[in-house]
Each structure stands twice: as C-alpha cells, then as structure tokens.
C-alpha cells in the first residue's frame, strides 16, 4: 500500500484535479488601468500591466493595491478600473470575458441543485424506514442529565444544529458502528485461527454410497488393510526430470525428460552394497511421527528388495557372487534375473518397474516398501512423516560405501499422499498469496474510486471484517478447516466483499459534486442512491449460490455456503457498520481528498 500510495497520488491530480476545483485556486493576469474621480482640473489615471487575477467561485475579484469598482468591456482583457468614492470598497467584477464563465457555472450548479432535489425527494417507504432507523438521533443535555427525541427529514438537504447547551447522538448508528466492530474482531480472531485439514477431506456425504463402500473396503475387510496405507519407492540413478520447454499452463505437454545420473555404476559393489544395505535398515527405521503406526517406517514384511533376491539366485543357479563379478558380466546376469524371475511379495510379477534397463542399459534401480502411514491421514501428519522419509535417505547418503559410490541420485516417489500433499500445501500458499494481493488491489480501486483516503480506509476495514468473518464463521460455526474449497472460495469472498463497499463509498463522495459537503447529507445520497441497488444483488447473488446446495461433491456445498454466508455478511456490514461509520465518523468538507491533502503538500513544500 505504501509503494503504491504516490502512483496513486499522481494519478488522482492528473484525472480528478477538476472534480475539487471548488478548492481550489485559479489565477491569470491582466492588463488595467485605473481611472481616479474626476475633479476640478479633469481626470488622472495609472497602468498596471500583468496585475494577479485571482478567479473564485462564483464571483471574480481583481486582486489591486485599491480596492475599486471593476468595469472590463468587449473581449479585450484590459480592464478600466474606477476608483470608488468610498476607498474600501471591493466589488465584484463583472464582463462580457466572464460573462460565459459565470453563465457556465450557474448552470451547473443549478443541475447540481436540481439532481439533488431529485435524490432527496424520492420516496421509498422501506428506504425511508431505514433512513429513520439509523439516523435516529436525540439531543442530551449533560447539564441536566435529559435527553429528547430529534426528528430527523431524510428528505432534508439541511441538518439542523444542536439546541444550545445540547449534543445530537445518532444513537442506533453508534451502536450499530460499535456492536459490529466487535463482532467483526472476533471473526477475524477465528479467520486467522484457520488451520489445513486434520484428516483427510471427504468429497461426498457421509451417507453417499461411495464413501460407505469406500468405508467397508478399508475399514471391513482384512485384504484391504494393505492398500490402506501409502507405499513409498526409493530409487537411484535418477538425478531429476529436464523441463525445458515446459508450460505450467499446459501441463498435459512436454511434460519432461528423466535426467539419468551418469556417475552412477550398479555393477560397483559397493553400490551394490550400499542397495543391500538401505533395504535391510529400512526395515527397522525408527518413526516417531503420529501417523507412523507402531513406531517404525515400514510395515513389517512390506520390503520389495530385488537386489538380495539377486544375489541369492546368482549364487544357488550359477555358484557366483555378485560383488566378484565384472561390469558386462553383472548386468548380463542382472537382466537375465529381470526378465526370468518374479517378485516375493507379487509372485505373479516380475521386476520389470525395479530393475531400469533402458536400450540394454541399466539407468536406474528401485525399491519399495509400504509405510505405516495411512493414506488418508492428514496434511500436517503427512508433513511429519515426508521429514523421516527424508531422514532416512540422509542416513543413507552418510554411509562410508556412499564414498566410493555416487548416492546423490537418491530419491522417493508415492503414488498418492505426497503428491496430493504438495497440492493442498499449494491451495494454501495460493490463498495466503491471493489475500496479500488482493487487498491492497482492493485499496487501490477504492482508493482510486472514491478518492478520500479515509474513506478507503474504512471500506477496507469493513472488507477484511467481512472476509475474515466468513472465514471465522467457517471456523467456530461449521467446524471447518482451511482445506481445497476453503482456500478457493477465499479469494473468491474478497471480490463479492469489496463490491457493495466500493459503490456505497462512491455515491457517498458523489454528494460533493452536487455542492453537499455535510456527511450527513451525502449518508442520505448514497442510501437513497445505491441501498436498492445493493439489496437487489444480494438476492441475486445468494440465490445464484443456494442452487449449488442440491450439489452431491461436498466441494459445491461448501462454495454455496460460503457465497451465501459472504453475501450476508457483505449485506449487513455495508448497509449496518459501513453507512453507520460514513454517518457518525465519515469525512466532510475536504476531509481526506487525495487531490488537496497533494495540493496542500505542495504548498507547504513549496512546489
């Protein structure tokens, strides 16, 4: 906000400077002559040249050393200028020059005055309700302790002053401003408590068909009991994917190229060694995280090692050790052992995905294991876990054969958790984001709008009441975390938040072009000119979202509710605390203009 402040600045006197001339000054010079009375031995007169002309509204006064009565003729602009008999005298001038000018200006104020006629006496009894609801005021006297009723025109284009001795409270807007405030700073205390899910998120009810067979599949039956929890593949030999020429915006295409560590040799042993050995500790690796079930990484019996079924074949069907042979001969022999023998735990599967022989090369070589972390676990447990995986492939990376053998390809894969892990961690990253770009977005068109800094302001605090309402209702009302569709229909939120705001802070500046300046009176313009309006897109808009309701994807029923729940807020905030802050505290006069605080500025630095 601050970087953007001064562009702001600029671009506000440069477009808007004539929507605040009434404040301003505009000065020109003339040629004059000044004619003193006649007397006795005739006439006398004196020229000046260039003298200040200092144009007001809606009269022109020329600015002399003797003040004078002006007369200008024709469309000369040298002025004659009679010297009065009365020498303090100063009388406005009056010409043909300005004639135009002056006519100009009558008749725009006479439309101004006439379009607020037009605002002010239009009748609606509902709005009017309204009206007299939140303007309701009375009169205290301190002195007396007293206080009595004030009857309030919502048609006036006047306010009337306090009785002396008495101080006017609109009393329902004070307590709509301040019983709002603090509902506001409670939903945004729950908004920021917002946190990623902590268990899985279901996709459909409870009772839907899918998520009971879903249930019965993984909680009903013991064959299930494996697929329920994540398996994890470490590999060498893949130094990482080459995504040149990549488009994240189509991700369908050119999605990459492996990128194979050529320092990396199978038939070394000790990188045999170094395989043998990651397969037999993995087994008992220590997990200390939530979601690891007994305290280990793997699942007992889980581990898919291919290199010590090698060797054991090599050694019981040809009499050789692995670790004696030389390079051509290894991998003939390990091919061989590919293409011939089947898996352990899958005797009907053989070693084809395990086993990386590219072009009779071998490229890469895998195992597998299944964790001890269930699928469905959530976000944060996943965390958790993902850091020991990491852990043990530091492990290792530090053994003494790693020395000798490049482990540096070293990697895991899942076919599940993790990747949808990175997701859900970048919804939330993206939500975070859109909040840090959106709202200062936001202050910018409000500011640019409305053209009052305190106005803006206060359009932004009730925008962030209303997002981190919603998102506090989310919260402590429906027991909601900060998941896929949360995260989505955040951003969302802002836009239908910053709507109804934006136009009530513009009609209500709308009032300084019809010449009101009292808050009081452009609180009655934007009512009477944008309350309709607003109420008519609420209805729209949350009926637009009750349809999604019927919706069976949990996904539609929560964005439903959050449009819904976000149109409300955005209801009762802009209508109760925003028209009650414009009312009570909203600025006057020149209160916080962009254009003269710049011109104000400019003067005091002398620019």
Known sequence: VITLMPATLVLHELYFENCFSQNSESKQSADVKIVHP?????????EYKAVEMVETTPAHELAVSDAADIVLGGDSNAAEITAPKDPTAHIALTSESHGDVESQLAFEEKEAANELDKIMNEKKRWLDVYLQFLEFTIAVDFQKFTCE???VDTSATVVPEAAPGKINIKIVAWAMFLSLFAFGIVGLTYGVQLEPPTEQEQWLPAQHMF???????FNGFLGFDEEAFEKVTLTMGISGIDRNGFNQYIPDKNRGHAKYDANWDFSAPSCQQVMVKM?????TFQCNAGACAGGLLARANSTECFMTGFRTWTEDTYSEDTYSMNSSHFYYRLEEFRNTQYQVLEPSVNYQEQIGFIDDDLKFASIFFTSTMKTTVANDEKSDVLDYINGFMGQVKGYSECNTCDCDSLMFTSPYAFT??????GLLVGFYQGLFIAFPVAFCVLLYATGNILLTLYAILTVAFIVF???????????????????????IIIGFSVDYTVHIGHMFTYGEHLGVHSRDIKFRIAAKKMVATIVGGAITTAGAGVFMFACQLQFFVKMALLICATIIMSYIYALGFFMSMLLVIGPENDQGHVVTMVQKTRKYLGV
Not at 38 to 46: K, L, N, P, V, Y
Not at 211 to 217: E, K
């Open 211 to 217: 998520t009971l067979v879903q249930d019965d599949l």
């Open 149 to 151: 009723r004030v009857p």
């Open 469 to 491: 309402g919603v998102l506090g209702f989310a919260n402590y009302a429906m027991g909601w975390a900060l998941g896929v569709a949360e995260s989505i229909a955040g951003i």
């Open 38 to 46: 006649q007397s006795e031995s005739g006439s006398s007169s004196t």
């Open 279 to 283: 397969c037999e500790d993995v087994q």
């Open 420 to 425: 949808w892990m990175r997701t859900e961690q």
